[in-house]
T-cell receptor
Framework: ETGVTQSPTHLIKTRGQQVTLRCSSQSGHNTVSWYQQALGQGPQFIFQYYREEENGRGNFPPRFSGLQFPNYSSELNVNALELDDSALYLCASRSEGTGELFFGEGSRLTVL | QKEVEQNSGPLSVPEGAIASLNCTYSDRGSQSFFWYRQYSGKSPELIMSIYSNGDKEDGRFTAQLNKASQYVSLLIRDSQPSDSATYLC??????????????FGSGTQLTVLP
């Protein structure tokens, strides 16, 4: 139990649609990161938020966007879904003390 | 060259044997290294971190780091069927230099045979 919860756990969308994935971090963890994990691959960094501001971004197009809220929750939004967006999306919060990342169980997105 | 490379496996070992998982990284400036375990359908779980050259032991797990060779490994002694999972090597992103933004290898799938 990492204290990081994500919703929904599974969802199916069609190409061109938009999706919002949600994450609730541990209280006191001011940094949240989002990763995309395609089947058979390691997680790839999408972006990171610290105190509600984006402070790092991986090689993902602008149609991937996010928000972080004061209550330690955050969102990942993906517009204009493509088939290749099908993946497990992982939210991770960071312990300020140890720097360890705690992952949620992920949201598995299937784009048809 | 990939930033973090792992043998994709699959790797099979008999129960009780030592499983050896390897990882190489491209950025000589990397200072911290992490091993995550991921069971099928689950999220990654941190099992070891190592920051200095040499060995770090935690129970049946030993992480080994050789910065000169840009090589980090994970040994699992007395392997159990419950160790069957994908093991991911992770290194802080070289351009960002922050332990909060990790670059992962593609993982090595380990199967421990009863």
């Amino acid at each position: 139990e990492t204290g990081v919860t994500q919703s929904p756990t599974h969802l199916i969308k069609t190409r061109g649609q938009q999706v919002t994935l949600r994450c609730s971090s541990q209280s006191g963890h001011n940094t949240v990161s989002w990763y995309q994990q395609a089947l058979g691959q390691g997680p790839q960094f999408i972006f990171q938020y610290y105190r509600e501001e984006e402070n790092g971004r991986g090689n993902f197009p602008p149609r991937f966007s996010g928000l972080q809220f004061p209550n330690y929750s955050s969102e990942l939004n993906v517009n204009a879904l493509e088939l290749d967006d099908s993946a497990l999306y992982l939210c991770a919060s960071r312990s300020e003390g140890t720097g360890e990342l705690f992952f949620g169980e992920g949201s598995r997105l299937t784009v048809l | 060259q990939k930033e973090v490379e792992q043998n994709s496996g699959p790797l099979s070992v008999p129960e009780g044997a030592i499983a050896s998982l390897n990882c190489t990284y491209s950025d000589r400036g990397s200072q911290s290294f992490f091993w995550y375990r991921q069971y099928s359908g689950k999220s990654p779980e941190l099992i070891m971190s190592i920051y200095s050259n040499g060995d770090k032991e935690d129970g049946r797990f030993t992480a080994q780091l050789n910065k000169a060779s840009q090589y980090v490994s994970l040994l699992i002694r007395d392997s159990q069927p419950s160790d069957s999972a994908t093991y991911l090597c992770a290194v802080p992103h070289p351009r960002r230099g922050s332990a909060r933004q990790l670059t992962f290898g593609s993982g090595t799938q380990l199967t421990v045979l009863p």
